[in-house]
């Protein structure tokens, strides 16, 4: 079974929630020419296949910083959970007015929270070649805590519960 934040987010399914506040994720890895079915970020991968199984998944990126790349990750994603039917979805945030510079994942499965915090953003540099820091546990006050945060910050961004 695969451990760290995969692993964390292979534990969602029917009835389960995933909520990911992240500075930025990249559609796909790889190179210029990748797409993401040539060169999919496994992150969103998972985050995908946890609404697949019937987890909702809620996805907030920063909109302060953001390029237009994490605009294009929230765009396709949105455009996947609506031809797919999931209950996913995506949206840029700026809740503190100075950038959402937060990288968290919360996994509720089976009525038990886990947390995932850290440094660790959402590309392939960071995730291979960086420096970076996550810390993981379950913690049930914890995930409430964090979640209700996230639910906040979500219904600033314009979403609904």
Do not use: C
């Amino acid at each position: 079974a695969e451990g760290g934040l995969l692993g964390m987010v292979a534990r969602a399914g029917p009835g389960d929630t995933v909520l990911v506040q992240q500075l930025y994720e990249r559609v796909n890895w790889g190179g210029a020419a990748a797409t993401p079915e040539t060169a999919p970020n496994p992150r969103l991968l998972a985050y995908i296949q946890a609404a697949r199984r019937g987890a909702t998944v809620r996805i907030m990126l920063d909109s302060f910083f953001d390029p237009g790349a994490n605009a294009q990750t929230a765009a396709w994603l949105n455009l996947l959970a609506q031809a797919e039917q999931l209950d996913l979805a995506a949206r840029l945030a700026n809740p503190a007015g100075r950038g959402l510079h937060n990288k968290m994942v919360l996994v509720q499965a089976g009525g038990i929270g886990w947390v995932h915090v850290g440094s660790l953003n959402g590309s392939e540099a960071s995730a291979k070649i960086n420096r970076e820091l996550a810390l993981q546990g379950q913690s049930d006050d914890v995930y409430n805590y964090l979640a209700a945060a996230f639910w906040q910050d979500w219904l600033l961004a314009g979403g609904s519960r």
